[in-house]
């Protein structure tokens, strides 16, 4: 068990973390919402000034066509679009430092980044780079950056991440396999586009994944012991939109409707967890990707419930309130079942997905390091409502062992 004296230490530094979430602005962008607001963005990025744009993506996003419309439409602006299409799930130091030679070799002005959380997190890293004389290893931690970074505007293709609006970019160090977070205000967007339209082509099992992935940002928000009554209004906007639509966008692809409430719904869990933070769930989540590059809304899937049933004896009226945001509460149940409702339905869920309750790729012999690696990103960094020791860890993940 972990000794008082290190809970309280740990309380400390997540409070101070609060205190500097109410006194630091955390700004956000402007919004565009809806269909083809993805070209409204591009209208806006022309009344800049902007003549020489980065578009950070994906090769796939490029294959299937998801780009012509916006490179058609900044080009009829007069805008001169340089493609960086090198950044894979869970983006590198070099992926970076490619990303940032090809902007300085076309004097790009500012980045457009078209995708799901990495060429998010990738164009934060780049823009970041391009101005502070810094390294990522330097800019690695809270508040690093000296200068603000060149304009970067974003059009989320997925509907989890909270890219869009947080003040973090993950970028992974390939030779430690660890995540390295770059945390700072500055790195919020100043524009983005929630368009549906552009997710209509989802995969079911990506659209799952990374709707768990957002579902994994509103509930850790919300059982935060940094949670605001702004945050929490946020987390449960979040938590209701999900609940009734993910199962339609996964099942039903095509509808427009769904896909728009759950871009929505990644965007109001990003502003949550922007400020309250998140848990264990990231925790345990992020040593999964760095080790086994498991999809980050896939390892949060998988964790999230286990998390929510050992933290259950100290948020149980946190669960409760999130059930009866879910649609969940029927007559006058109390708050312990509610919270065992929401835990089920959770599960029910993922079962519905096909989303696996075990991961392949984790063997028993990295499960202390994973352990070890995940509460000390935890402790330094996350409020969580109750503390476990590493012992505890190693069995809550061996849990997961296929």
Not at 212 to 241: C, F, G, P, Q, V
Not at 331 to 359: C, D, H, Y
């Amino acid at each position: 068990m972990l000794f008082p004296v290190k809970v309280q230490y740990y309380k400390g530094l997540t409070k101070a973390l609060k205190v500097a979430a109410a006194v630091i602005p955390m700004p956000k962008p402007t919004l565009f919402s809806g269909a083809d607001s993805s070209l409204e963005l591009c209208d806006a990025i022309s009344h800049l000034g902007i003549k020489k744009l980065l578009l950070v993506t994906d090769k796939v996003l490029g294959e299937i066509g998801l780009l012509k419309d916006i490179q058609a439409r900044l080009e009829k602006h007069g805008i001169k679009v340089t493609i960086y299409d090198g950044i894979l799930p869970d983006p590198t130091y070099d992926q970076i430092e490619k990303g940032l030679a090809l902007l300085n070799k076309h004097q790009c002005e500012g980045i457009l980044a078209v995708g799901g959380g990495s060429p998010i997190d990738a164009s934060k890293a780049i823009a970041a780079r391009a101005t502070n004389n810094k390294s990522l290893e330097k800019m690695a931690g809270l508040f690093k950056l000296r200068k603000a970074p060149l304009p970067l505007f974003v059009v989320p293709t997925t509907a989890g991440t909270g890219s869009e609006v947080t003040i973090v970019s993950v970028v992974s160090n390939p030779e430690t396999h660890q995540k390295t977070p770059i945390i700072d205000p500055k790195l919020v967007p100043a524009m983005a586009a929630l368009d549906g339209k552009l997710m209509l082509g989802l995969p079911p099992f990506v659209t799952a994944a990374t709707g768990m992935d957002a579902l994994t940002h509103a509930i850790e928000s919300y059982i935060s012991t940094n949670a605001t009554d702004e945050t929490r209004s946020y987390a449960l906007a979040a938590t209701k939109l999900i609940m009734e639509n993910l199962e339609t966008a996964v099942h039903d692809g095509k509808n427009l409707e769904a896909r728009q409430n759950m871009a929505m719904a990644s965007y109001y869990a990003g502003l949550a967890f922007t400020k309250a933070g998140v848990g264990y769930v990231h925790a345990i989540a992020h040593n999964f990707g760095a080790l086994y590059a498991t999809p980050h809304g896939l390892a949060n899937s998988i964790v999230l419930p286990h998390i929510l049933d050992y933290s259950k004896s100290d948020i149980i009226s946190e669960l409760a309130t999130l059930a009866e945001a879910s649609g969940l509460k029927a007559g006058r149940e109390s708050n312990n079942k509610l919270a065992e409702k929401l835990i089920a339905r959770i599960r029910a869920m993922l079962v519905s997905f096909e989303i696996p309750a075990t991961l392949d790729s984790l063997k028993t012999e990295d499960i202390p390091r994973i352990a070890e690696l995940a509460l000390d990103e935890a402790h330094a960094n996350y409020p969580v409502p109750k503390y476990m020791d590493k012992r505890t860890c190693e069995a809550l993940i061996s849990k997961m062992v296929a």
